[in-house]
């Protein structure tokens, strides 16, 4: 967590631009340059299975252990049914409810973010959070930081589980991020253990009405992917953690919403070198990358979703 590790902010206060309150203004209207494609996650991820459910969606590599793991979008709807059901039967969250999230680039952030926005939750997350952009850039927060307490419940990282301790959520749920969703190495009293809890839930989850605000979510998202140029043939490799805009956007929902699929790397600046770092790109027909500074190969595109944000929100001057 950020040195302030009490604070936490509402994801869609991260992905609008200075001056803005948040993806979905008081009037509960959408911002220019973004119509919802979908009412909300759960629908978009439905839409996705529709359409190719088999295909990779997720491809996920830890340089520092030289895990790789890759889900289909049948694999991922399965996990994010899982947790949605962990959320909801587990720790009796409904619609309206706040859940933070204080994880790097992983791909059980991936799965958690999508749960719990699938069950009509609202999402916190911890900027400057751990792997946010790969070499560690941080930010100093907003004017939208809130405090830890007013969460039902937060995901965090088990090395973290004594700063999340302090923080007063109702409930902490941990995640080891060993290789292959391990447990963790050395279980807490009174934190659950998410990969010890998620499996003996079910792999179907009837999701509620989404509330206006993710719909705003997804017409924002849908316009910044527009904006960057991003779209269903992309397959984009991200470096960048959920506790900044681009995270949220190029690891998580922005592939949903386009129909790209995503290559999730965390580590990679730290431990891979330039020749690696192509050979991944090739090996995963990257054809466009977010997150990471580092050269990029002739015809490979370098996106910044989070600037993209900026520019879709402005309204053209008239000819």
């Known amino acids: 967590m950020t040195d302030d590790a009490s604070r936490l902010v509402p994801a869609e206060a991260l992905l609008s631009p200075p001056g803005q309150g948040g993806v979905a203004a008081a009037s509960g209207t959408a911002r220019v340059g973004g119509t919802a494609p979908f009412p909300g996650v759960a629908a ?34 399965n996990w994010v049914a899982k947790t949605a059901n962990l959320l909801v039967d587990t720790l009796g969250l409904g619609p309206g409810d706040r859940v933070g999230v204080d994880l790097p680039a992983h791909w059980l952030a991936v799965v958690i973010l999508l749960a719990a926005w699938s069950a009509g939750l609202e999402v916190l997350v911890a900027p400057g959070s751990e792997d946010q952009s790969d070499g560690g850039d941080g930010t100093d927060g907003s004017d939208d930081d809130e405090p830890a307490g007013v969460v039902q419940a937060l995901f965090v ?28 190495a050395h279980p807490v009293a009174g ?73 999730v790397c965390r580590h990679l600046d730290t431990h891979l070198d330039d020749d690696a770092f192509a050979r991944r790109i090739a090996a995963e027909r990257v054809t466009a990358v977010c997150g990471t500074s580092r050269p990029l190969p002739t015809g490979v595109r370098r996106l910044s979703l989070a600037d993209a944000t900026t520019v879709q929100g402005r309204v053209p001057e008239a000819g």
């Open 44 to 77: 978009a991820l439905a839409a996705r299975l529709r359409i190719d459910g088999a295909s990779p969606m997720v491809t996920f590599y830890d340089d520092a252990t030289g895990e790789r793991v890759e889900l289909s979008g049948i694999t991922l709807d």
């Open 157 to 184: 990282a088990e090395s973290r589980i004594d700063a999340a301790l302090a923080l007063g959520a109702d409930e902490v749920v941990a995640l080891s991020l060993r290789p292959f969703g391990a447990r963790m």
């Open 191 to 263: 934190v659950l253990d998410f990969a010890a809890e998620v499996p003996t839930h079910g792999d179907r989850f009837a999701a509620p009405a989404p509330p206006a605000a993710q719909t705003s979510l997804l017409a924002h998202v849908a316009g910044a992917a527009e904006a960057a140029g991003l779209g269903p043939g992309d397959r984009l490799l991200s470096t960048a953690g959920p506790g900044g805009a681009e995270g949220l956007l190029a690891t998580v929902l922005a592939p949903l919403v386009t129909g790209a699929s995503v290559v």
